[in-house]
């Protein structure tokens, strides 16, 4: 028998309601799979195996009384930047090492209510700063994916999301959070084959994640299928008054989305996303995709997205900006690292304990972001960017009165080997080319995997909606995903 | 415009992250090149163009001015690396 954890979530979810399995032995048999992989990936960083098994005894006794929440049982795992009571939360960095919030997020206390349980804190980049899951001070994750050509090279799994998506990659969780600020759930579930969605801003609330650029930062759910990705957002979704930018929008039912096909949509081709130093296989993966919708009864349409080529320098201006204004809180006085010597003054321990507790990455961007925000370069860096981000939402407004939703690459390569790309940080950034638009205009988008390359690792596509409209997102990919039956999985797990 | 050594100074002070001297030179070199790429924007015509400052289209919403929440100084210092006589404690700053 195969193990219960390569289960999909509704499986498992089905599983549970008709009793065949129970919470506890599920969550065991991810322990015991976490206790096997784990050591070799680095996914999980915080093990909270005594949670988890209260929660699934809890989740049992519903169960049994017939009370199943949306996620009744379902073993999860969950980003370090997510703020959960009495477990570390650190955001991957040194700066906020043994903290233990006292409050809990209000998108973990909406999937805890729904009866999830979570097996664990997983990595992340620090601060959800990167792309590669290379600057985490608990160390790189191992993508368990490997590469045909080359099985012994580690490969990165994505970031910032890489504990996320290497968990679910790997069978150890149903689903991960993640948190999307440039591409931070697209990109590693494009690189480890696994499905993840950045839903519109607004839709889940911020309230609890560790901020990192607040006009950008949005939760979502990691999993293995697009079903699994529409019934855990239906958990994590919704208003919430401690979030002002929380929308008050209702949430429909994603999960209903299966199955309605996509006969009689517009889908959007925008030829500004075929850029020089496209994968071939993920160049014939978007035709492929394109064609499936044909045959599905969509009509494929040629969009423009004229300011495509400015996002990403765009990105690196404002989200560095709000970083550099959101991590000043950390300096030493109320929660995590302090450094300092005898006779010190207070602006000694801010600088001694933010030199210590912030790696390089993240010193870089709040130093860009400092500058771009100083007197006299505001107008000509921020106020430019915030203008040309206009420009670029614009072009998302006109595309989508010509189409119902776009297809596009997720990530313009596969899985890379930890190491490459580290030393030229716009080298690095060019992960994001594809995902960082869609976040300047705060839409949703899906990243699915599709097939493989030539070295035997998932590539796949993005479907992008309009605002608030993720049920159109939903009911694309869920085509995509029947007609291109991807069903590799990493081996060994 | 180039960052000159001088410049990161200024900028690791107001951002109040100690630097040592080889990584004042490191930062310089990245940070001149990011601002190179970034350099293209100027190409971009944006006149007229308001700044958009989030892509939120409802308004912020408004609440009644009184007291939601309070009494946790416990948990408000609980992770305090210094906290005595219920504040957070630092380094004397007034003489």
Redesign the interface.
Known sequence: MTSPTHMTLAEARDALKARKISSTELTQAHLDAIAKHNPALNAYVHHTPEIALAQAKAADDKLAKGEAGRLEGIPIGVKDLFCTKGVNSQSASKILDGFKPEYESTVTTKLFAEGAVMLGKTNMDEFAMGSANITSTYGNVVNPWKRTDAPEKKLVPGGSSGGSSAAVAARLGFMATGTDTGGSIRQPAAFTGIVGIKPTYGRCSRWGIVAFASSLDQAGPMTRTVRDAAISLNAMAGHDPKDSTSAIQAVPDFEAMMGKGVKGLRIGIPKEYRIDGLNADIAAEWEKGAQMLRDGGAEIVDVSLPHTHYALPTYYIIAPAEASSNLARYDGVRFGLRVMDDGDTLDDMYEKTRAAGFGSEVKRRILIGTYVLSAGYYDAYYKKAQKVRALIAQDFKQAFEHCDAILTPTAPSDAFVIGENQDDPVAMYMNDVFTIPTSMAGLPGLALPTGLSKTGLPIGLQIIGRAFDEETVFKVADVIEQAASFTHAPEGY | MA?TEK??LK??K??????APEEVVH?QG??N???K??E???E?N?DG??????????L??W?KDVVTDGN?QE??L?????ASYGC?A??K?IE
Do not use: C, H, M
Not at chain 2, 14 to 19: A, D, G, H, Q, T
Not at chain 2, 78 to 82: C, E, G, S, V
């Open positions: 960052l410049d990161v900028i690791a107001l951002s109040r992250i100690r630097l930062y990245e940070i090149g990011i601002l790429w970034i293209q924007l100027q971009v944006t163009v308001a700044a958009l400052s989030s892509v939120s289209e409802q912020l919403p609440r946790i948990q408000v609980k992770n305090a690396p210094n957070f630092v380094p700053v």
